[in-house]
């Protein structure tokens, strides 16, 4: 409290600020990782076991020594609050950020009209969308998920779909994917790379077509619905202003190429504590491993957006010709050179090589 009444925090007295206490289990998030991580206690479900559709290539792959995980949001949030509130130097205000800043050599927040200042401020609110520069690419990756629950057992809870690209590819990379929780109840999500959203009904006609048609259900109930937009793109986000350092999406840390952004926040913020404990103020330099899968997922959105080539067929011929180890460690900016050069010898040269060269010469 008495950081409160002087409205000044430093390194070690953390505010945390929030529009409302997190009690809604709105994401649910997903990632791959091949050893117990952070938020093990909190993983609601994992597969090893993954299947991918598509009119190139189908199979069944095994993701070892990688698991496919599944956290709901709800135990994320409440795991996090218990972890904080076991440390008296972390304290909670709720109320709207209006802005964020610098005030000297200090970060400044205004919430609800009151000014708080700090060594550092992090933030991971996105004040207004990024303006899109000429000659840069900006996809949108937008979805719409049901959990559905049948009365007779659907699923095997031990396989979930990653992806599948059976669907109409009408408005550019779509696809299905299926998490199944236990044998009645599974996420079944509609994900689409493309440059607008749908219109609600597209989403739920498309939802309630594959379930009846590809999984074969027609007796089920909606328990929970999700919806999300993620960009796509090479913009460069702002990540540090003086003071302020940008987080999350904000900051940049959603891969271009494939939307996943959990993980990548995980490495980052990981980065930014480790900067902390050693120098006390941030470096956040991006290194030229960043530098170079930045290059991939241009090169990549360049592809996708300029439509050279259709987004079912990269994905397949990936998964397909290259070992799946190799693709997690690829699609997580993880690879080796060596990685890096197997990859790409198996994916058209010529389209690849063309859209790397356009963004070298823009
Ligand atoms: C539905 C959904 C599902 C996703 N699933 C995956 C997934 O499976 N795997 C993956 O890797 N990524 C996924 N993502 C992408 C990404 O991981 C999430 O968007 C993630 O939540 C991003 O974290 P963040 O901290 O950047 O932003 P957020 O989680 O959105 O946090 C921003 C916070 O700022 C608060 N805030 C915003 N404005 C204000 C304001 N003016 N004042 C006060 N507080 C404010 C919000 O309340 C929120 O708590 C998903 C995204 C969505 C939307």
């Known amino acids: 409290m008495r950081f409160m009444q002087h409205k000044a925090f430093d390194n070690k007295n ?185 219109a609600e009904s597209e989403y739920i006609t498309a939802l309630k077509k594959y379930i009846s048609s590809y999984l074969n259900i027609q007796d089920y109930s909606i328990v929970e619905e999700e919806f999300g937009v993620i960009p796509m793109t090479n913009v460069k986000f702002v990540k540090q202003l003086g003071r302020v350092i940008n987080i999350g999406t904000a900051g940049g840390q959603t891969k271009g190429s494939s939307g996943y952004t959990f993980q990548f926040i995980q490495k980052h913020t990981e980065k930014l504590v480790a900067s902390l404990l050693k120098h006390g103020t941030i470096e956040d330099e991006e290194s030229f491993m960043g530098k170079r899968f930045k290059f991939y997922d241009t090169t990549l959105l360049n592809i996708l957006s300029n439509n050279t080539m259709a987004g079912d067929k990269i994905f397949a011929d990936m998964f397909q010709k290259n070992p799946t180890e190799r693709v997690l460690r690829f699609l997580d900016n993880e690879s080796t050179l060596e990685d890096e050069i197997n990859l790409m010898g198996t994916l058209p040269k010529g389209v690849f090589m063309k859209a790397a060269l356009q963004e070298i010469f823009k």
């Not at 909190?42 to 069944?60: A, C, K, N, R």
């Open 14 to 198: 953390i505010l945390v600020v929030d529009k409302a206490p997190k009690d809604q289990n709105d994401h649910t998030w997903c990632f791959w990782e091949n050893k117990p991580g952070l938020f093990e206690p909190v993983v609601h479900h994992q597969w090893q076991q993954v299947h991918f559709f598509s009119s190139y290539y189908s199979g069944l792959i095994d993701l070892s020594p990688y698991h496919y995980k599944m956290i709901r949001s709800i135990d994320f949030y409440n795991y996090v609050l218990q972890e904080a509130l076991k440390h008296p130097n972390v304290t909670f205000k709720y109320g709207n950020v209006e802005a964020v800043g610098n005030e000297g050599n200090r970060g400044l927040v205004i919430v609800d009209g009151e000014r708080y200042t700090a060594d550092h401020v992090f933030n991971s609110i996105l004040f207004t969308q990024p303006t899109v520069p000429a000659g840069k690419h900006y996809l949108l990756q937008h979805f719409k998920g049901f959990v559905i629950e049948t009365k007779e057992p659907a699923f095997n809870p031990m396989e979930a779909t990653l992806m599948d690209f059976r669907v109409s590819q009408q408005h550019g990379t779509t696809f299905m994917y299926v998490l199944p929780v236990a044998n009645n109840r599974a996420l079944v999500e509609y994900t689409l790379f493309t440059k607008e959203v749908l």
